[in-house]
Structure formats: structure tokens, C-alpha cells
């Protein structure tokens, strides 16, 4: 565990340096960069599960469950917000997601880049999800309120995709218009952040209650 770690926090090392001159940074490091980040956040993940925390009945099946309504959520708002201001066809939404992989192919007349936008969206979201259902039992504060837990998660959450995910994207651009940063981040309050919180309290104390 402490080598994963320690390889994590050079990952981060890495990440911070390349921050610096991100702009001159091509498609395949950046490729290399998630890969190696993204590779560290699976083996700590991991390490999690082998601590008892899945051993839980149905883990699995609430963490997917949390993660498919709380992805539904945010794309839902995200749509929605992106019609009400520009009155365009929602469909951008999920070729803009999937150019975070495919660049500007991304919105071509290839049919199939809604459809990977929608898996790429609903696989962070279920990713945040996991990660949060892991460390709700470790950390006793966060189920002291789970209001305030959910939406400060929910800060988190916009905090690392605006400053690790998207950079590393070949979108590599951070939000310039505060309104629109402080939209984004109440929608993953609200709609990732908030779910998570009630699903992983709901699961665990129910769990707990059973047991008893």
C-alpha cells in the first residue's frame, strides 16, 4: 500500500509539472500521464476492497445502482442547462464528453460518439460513486452530515475534473466563465455529490441495522 502510494504521489508530481506547460503537452503524453494517474487510482481502489469494506451484501449492485442515478442526474441537468442557454441539439453534450478522448473526430458524423460520450459519463460517475462508498466507512465525519458531506463531495468532484481529468483531456481547457464554473460545480453538488452521500448511508446503516 505505501509503494502504491508513493508511486501515486509521484504520478501527481508528474501531473503538477506538465500542468506548467500544458499547452505544449501532445495527445500521446497526455495519454501516458491518465494512464499512469488513472493506473495508481486503481491499484489504491483496489486496496480498499481488500480491506472488508466489499464484503458487504450487494456492494456492488448499490455502488452501480448510486452510480447510474447519479449519472442520469447530471446529465440530465447538463442537458438541460445546455438547452435552456443555447438552444442547441443536446447531442453536443455527449460528443463534446467523448472529444475528451476522440478530439475534434469527436464531432463528425460518426453516430457511435453519443453513444461512447454516454459510456465515458456514466463510467466517472460510477467511479466517483465507488470511491465515495469506499472511504464513507473510514472516515466517521462523513456520516455525521450527510447533506453537507455530499455537497462538499460534490466540490471535490468538480475540483478534480476541472484540474486533472479535463486538462489530461485532449479538451484540455478549464472553464473560463465563473458563472459557468459555478453552474458546473452546483450541478455535481447536487446531482453526484448529494446521491452519493444518501445512497452510501442508506446502504451502510441499513447493512449495519440487519446485521444487528
Not at 447519479?70 to 442537458?79: E, F, M, R, S, Y
Not at 478522448?101 to 463510467?123: E, Q
Request: with cysteine.
Amino acid at each position: 500500500m505505501k509503494i502504491r502510494n508513493g508511486l501515486w504521489l509521484i504520478s501527481l508530481e508528474v501531473f503538477a509539472g506538465r500542468c506548467k506547460t500544458m499547452h505544449s503537452v501532445s495527445r500521446s503524453q497526455k495519454t501516458r500521464i491518465t494512464t499512469i494517474l488513472y493506473t495508481q487510482l486503481l491499484f489504491i481502489l483496489n486496496d480498499f476492497s481488500r480491506s472488508g469494506v466489499p464484503e458487504h451484501k450487494g456492494f456492488f449492485k448499490a455502488v452501480l445502482s448510486a452510480g447510474l442515478l447519479a449519472g442520469t442526474l447530471d446529465i440530465t441537468a447538463a442537458i438541460v442547462h445546455y438547452v435552456i442557454k443555447t438552444g442547441k441539439n443536446p447531442v453536443n453534450i455527449l460528443n463534446y464528453i467523448a472529444s475528451g478522448i476522440f478530439g475534434k473526430a469527436a464531432f463528425g458524423d460518426n453516430s457511435w460518439m453519443p453513444v461512447m460520450g454516454l459510456i465515458f459519463h456514466y463510467s466517472i460517475a460510477i467511479i466517483f460513486i465507488a470511491f465515495f462508498f469506499l472511504i464513507f466507512p473510514k472516515l466517521k465525519f462523513l456520516s455525521r452530515n450527510i447533506v453537507l458531506s455530499g455537497l462538499a463531495y460534490g466540490i471535490f468532484v468538480w475540483v478534480v475534473m476541472n484540474l486533472l481529468v479535463v486538462p489530461l483531456s485532449v479538451i484540455s481547457r478549464f472553464p473560463t466563465s465563473v458563472m459557468q464554473s459555478v453552474i458546473g460545480c452546483l450541478i455535481l453538488m447536487f446531482a453526484i455529490g448529494l446521491p452519493a452521500a444518501i445512497m452510501a448511508y442508506r446502504y451502510y446503516f441499513t447493512e449495519s441495522t440487519i446485521k444487528e
